[in-house]
């Protein structure tokens, strides 16, 4: 179990890696968490620029405790969006965050 533990909300800046604004269009947007308990223990939100995209039971949806849990969405961006995930119950690891251009966008 390696990750950031999410038990208050956590906001993440989305932007390149060496600075500046990302280019506006089309991204997927992959995240990586794990629940080290049951289902039910750990939900949370997952909001880009203020707008829930998804409520998410990370062990429900991996099938069992312990699992990794990769959720995708293509997103639109402009700008330096954040990513906020937002604990609703429990807490759970965020182990990574992706941000590539959508297929035809570079």
Do not use: N, W
Not at 20 to 38: A, D
Not at 69 to 81: F, H, K, N, Q, R
């Amino acid at each position: 179990r390696t990750g950031l533990r999410v038990e208050k909300p956590l906001v993440l800046p989305l932007g390149p890696m060496m600075g500046g604004l990302l280019m506006p269009g089309p991204y997927k947007l992959e995240l990586l968490m794990v629940q080290p308990s049951s289902a039910g223990e750990g939900v949370v939100e997952v909001a880009l620029g203020g707008a829930v995209k998804d409520t998410v039971d990370v062990a429900a949806r991996a099938g069992g405790k312990d699992k990794l849990l990769s959720l995708a969405y293509t997103v639109e961006i402009a700008g330096a969006p954040e990513l906020t995930l937002r604990p609703v119950r429990g807490a759970v690891f965020a182990c990574g965050v992706l941000l590539t251009p959508a297929a035809g966008h570079q």
